[in-house]
């Protein structure tokens, strides 16, 4: 750990004087590093005082100082949300949209003379060496916290899940109407429990993944609508998730969990089977289900 500390630090103080963080004019903008930051994510699309205070993980206050300066910039507008009297949005003004261009370009301008005496091969290998450093940051900054399964992190996890297996089973997946409010409460009830990964590590940030457990009969507890986003996939995340949930179900007093899921989920299954699940019969009448898994809880 001592090592890794060691070499994101040097990394941080090499990279940084690079490309423009410590100068008081980020990228000769005029704009100090956050205010363009700011800026830019403004002009992405518009967004609410809310949502960019989450995105740059800053206090309200700080946050409201930026905008006030870009509104005495006349870069951007700060006005309520006609659909929604409680939230305020930000978007660019004609300046703002000027502004915006010109740091994109420098941006690009930056990134460009970093790249140039790389090779072609040289620049797909530290292309693949930031996406996966990127995804193993990210790793290291999600949380698995319990939450209501009808609560809104829970739901749209929920709904990502169902977007998902509806893509993938050659049958097509299909809810209904909802996720069954007596599913739901299972889920939250005494016997039961609702976890969420979230982006970030706190409440608010984006979620990633989900997991639930509910009562399948006094001994054993059974696992439902687990998922994680595709971006999160490969980096032991899924196999932390399992074992949260296994934890979960220790602690209510279950003896075994039970899962089903279905044969088309190729490396769900190898996780599975990899964490000590033995395949056996058939235990609902789940018509997307085709294959039933259960593990003893040591």
């Known amino acids: 750990m001592d ?17 423009g963080v410590l100068d008081e004019s ?12 700011l800026l830019f994510e403004i002009g992405l699309a518009p967004v609410t005082v809310h949502e960019l205070r989450r995105r740059l993980r800053a206090d309200s206050g700080y946050v409201s100082r930026l905008l006030r300066r870009l509104e005495d910039d006349d870069l951007i507008e ?3 949300d006609p659909s929604d009297g409680r939230r305020r949005i930000a978007t660019l003004t004609r300046g703002g949209h000027l502004a915006w261009r010109d740091l994109d370009r420098r941006s690009d301008d930056i990134a460009r003379r970093l790249l140039d005496p790389l090779t072609k091969d040289q620049c797909g290998e530290l292309q693949d060496a930031l996406m996966r450093a990127d995804r193993l940051l990210r790793l290291a900054a999600v949380s698995l916290s319990v939450a209501s399964p009808d609560g809104a992190d829970a739901m749209t996890a929920m709904r990502a899940y169902v977007a998902e297996l509806d893509q993938r089973f050659p049958e097509r ?20 429990t609702f976890i969420v990964v979230r982006d970030g590590g706190d409440e608010g940030g984006e979620s990633l993944g989900c997991g639930g457990l509910r009562r399948l009969d006094d001994a054993t507890a059974e696992i439902k609508r687990m998922w994680l986003h595709s ?31 279905h044969a088309t989920l190729g ?32």
């Not at 980020?26 to 930051?37: N, Q």
């Not at 809810?175 to 005494?190: K, R």
């Open 231 to 261: 971006s999160m996939r490969g980096l032991g995340l899924g196999r932390r998730l399992l074992e949260r949930l296994e934890t979960e179900a220790r602690d209510l007093g279950y003896r075994s969990v039970a899962l089903d899921t």
């Open 26 to 37: 980020f990228l000769g903008t005029g704009l100090p590093l956050a205010a363009a930051r």
């Open 267 to 298: 490396s769900a299954i190898a996780m599975y089977e990899s964490a000590g699940y033995r395949r056996v019969d058939r235990y609902n009448d789940n018509p997307y289900a085709q294959l039933y898994f259960r593990k003893d809880l040591d």
């Open 78 to 80: 700060v006005a309520e």
């Open 173 to 192: 997946f299909d809810v209904g109407n909802g996720f069954e409010p007596d599913e739901l409460a299972q889920m939250s009830g005494p016997g039961g």
């Open 3 to 19: 090592d890794s500390v060691a070499a994101l630090r040097h990394f941080n103080r090499t990279f940084t004087p690079r490309i």
